[in-house]
């Protein structure tokens, strides 16, 4: 039995898989694209330290200085799942990532890397182009016009990733995609999967305070420790929602209210893409406002289910 925990950033995921685990014997394996990060605890809000404890996986285990990727990640969750010592424990998968639980039951694609010769013909590419007054999505456009036609203009790393793949191969991103995966936990696996659904004004408020609570309580040491090291511009950790307003505040290019603003703003809108995804993909997933996971009714009907 597999036990499945997403919602909206700041809707509890943490405190309610904690209760879960405790209740069911679990474990706890993050599904959070950015709680990976060890660099970044408070940014990134992962479980503190009276939450946290032997129970939680996955968690603050990689360098934001270093390249991670779902496929990571996976082989990981892969490699937690086979270890011998866990195999009566019950998993408990919690995070705010739609694309890490997609992968987990449908599989991930494999894509080739990409060469360093093949990177360097890209920017050739562009520097040829821009001479032209002409954008690296110009260049996708003649190589795979119906991948192109996907892609915003503007979203530069995943069009100079499909455009090398194309480079690379002579095969088309979709190609790739469309090939045969492996799930790690199969369509068949028993599994319940919950989707937190709180009151929308109210986890907007939750937002804001816990923003608030972040900037008070040591997340621009945090980030500054981080600047201090170089991390590169293209790092997988800039992806952090408030990292690169705190980035600039570091650097005095912004003020502390106006990052205050723009950093609360941006989380209530990724709140709002992480319903949007939950509309589309965990249709099936059971959803459940703060009043029912916040009652113990809801950890005895899981521990019921457990037990059957």
Known sequence: MYICIAGPTASGKSEFALRVAKEVDGIIINTDSMQVYKE?????????????????????????????????????????????????????????????????????????????????????????????????????????????????????????????????????????????????????????????????ALLYQKINDRVDHMLQNGVIEEVKHVMEQKIAYNATARQVLGFNYLYAYCNKQKELDEIRYLIQRDVRRYAKRQWSWAKRYMQEWQNLTEEVYRETQIIDHITKNCED
């Open 40 to 200: 970044l605890p408070i940014l990134t809000a992962q479980p503190f330290a009276d939450m946290y404890d032997n129970r939680h996986f996955l968690y603050g285990h990689v360098s934001v200085y270093t390249h991670y990727s779902v496929a990571q990640w996976l082989n990981e969750v892969a490699n937690l799942l086979s270890n011998k010592a866990l195999r009566y424990k019950k998993k408990i998968f919690v995070g705010g990532s739609g694309l890490y639980f997609l992968s987990l039951f449908n599989g991930l694609s494999y894509i080739p890397e990409v060469s360093k010769q093949t990177e360097k013909k890209i920017d050739d590419l562009v520097e040829e182009y821009q001479l032209k007054q002409l954008s690296i999505h110009d260049i996708l456009l003649k190589y795979d016009e119906p991948v192109a036609a996907q892609l915003h203009k503007n979203d530069t790393k995943r069009i100079r990733r499909a455009l090398g793949v194309f480079l690379q191969t002579g095969y088309s991103l979709r190609f790739w995609q469309n090939q045969k995966k492996t799930a790690i936990i199969p369509p068949n696996e028993a599994k319940l999967c919950f989707f937190l659904n709180p009151d929308r």
